[in-house]
């Protein structure tokens, strides 16, 4: 009996846990439903600032419900920023519940790439619109546009995406370009290196033939080092010449004979006379 007093106690303290949480949450939904009405009201005041603000208030105070990021992004959508609007849609699109919400929140992301040239994903998102509302004329006009921009940039070479899936195929092939150009310029000069280096081994080859490397750098100098046999040697720098050897020698020998001769003139005189008388 005691076991069955437990549990019941338990029951009614679970479900009155499970009613307070109830109540808070629906309380945050009704604060949340009360901030998205300020934030449009703020949106048609052109006050866009502090409706951004009630929207990200909205969206903390109920996380799970698309309401807030939805309104969100439609303020983006009116300020140009396509980026910001395309992922609060996209995480409204995560939360919403019921198909009406789905059908206006992927109508809308269908705009946005419309916007951005995106034309093949807008393609899809409009589907995915028409799936929760087939009936909507809009979407329908919406998504034959998107069709045909897509099949245009397909004969125009793609959208975006495309454009920049070309552009890396350019960049690759100019790199393949030039890589085969450096292939070849290196391929030229290992050709032109092995030429000089044939040119040079056959010089060696025609030395050890003929004459010595040496004799080919005398070559080089001309006549100039070749001796005339006609040609008097220079004296070097401290030596005599052997005609002024030869000069000098004849120079003694008339020095030389002058002498003789006068030696020989004297006794041929013979001695003076005195004249006065000696002390």
């Known amino acids: 009996m005691k076991l069955y007093i437990l549990l019941f ?3 009614i303290s679970f479900s009155a846990i499970a009613q307070e949480s109830q109540k808070e949450k629906l309380k945050d939904e009704k604060a949340a439903t009360d901030l ?11 006050n866009h600032i502090e409706a951004e603000m009630a929207y990200r208030k909205a969206i903390s105070k109920a996380p799970t419900k698309a309401v807030g990021s939805y309104n969100l992004a439609h303020s983006y959508i009116k300020n140009g920023s396509l980026e910001e609007a395309l992922f609060r849609s996209e995480e409204a699109a995560q939360n919403a519940k019921s198909k009406d919400e789905k059908h206006r929140i992927y109508h809308n992301i269908g705009n946005i790439l419309m916007e951005k040239e995106m034309c093949k994903e807008a393609v899809e998102a409009f589907k995915n619109a028409l799936r929760n509302d087939p009936t909507d004329e809009e979407t329908r006009y919406n998504f034959a546009l998107a069709k045909e921009c897509a099949e245009q940039q397909k004969q ?11 552009n890396k ?5 100019k790199e393949e370009e030039q890589k085969k150009e450096d292939e070849k310029k290196d391929e030229e000069k290992d050709k032109k290196d092995e030429g000089d280096k044939d040119k040079k081994e056959g010089d060696k080859e025609e030395d050890d033939k003929g004459k010595p490397q040496e004799d080919k750098k005398d070559d080089g100098k001309g006549n100039k080092d070749k001796k005339n046999p006609n040609q008097k040697p220079k004296p070097q720098p401290g030596q005599m010449s052997p005609q002024q050897m030869k000069n000098i020698l004849e120079a003694m020998q008339n020095q030389e004979q002058k ?21």
Do not use: H, P, R
């Not at 998205?36 to 052109?46: D, F, Q, T």
């Not at 125009?156 to 070309?166: A, F, L, M, N, Q």
């Not at 195929?169 to 092939?173: A, P, Q, T």
């Not at 006794?267 to 000696?278: I, M």
């Open 9 to 11: 106690g338990f029951f």
């Open 36 to 46: 998205v009405y300020s934030g449009n009201e703020l949106i048609g005041e052109e």
């Open 156 to 166: 125009d070479g793609g959208g975006e995406d495309d454009k920049k899936d070309d």
């Open 169 to 173: 195929e350019e960049e690759k092939d």
């Open 259 to 279: 002498v003789q001769q006068k030696i020989n003139a004297e006794k041929q005189k013979g001695a003076k006379v005195k004249t006065g008388k000696d002390w």
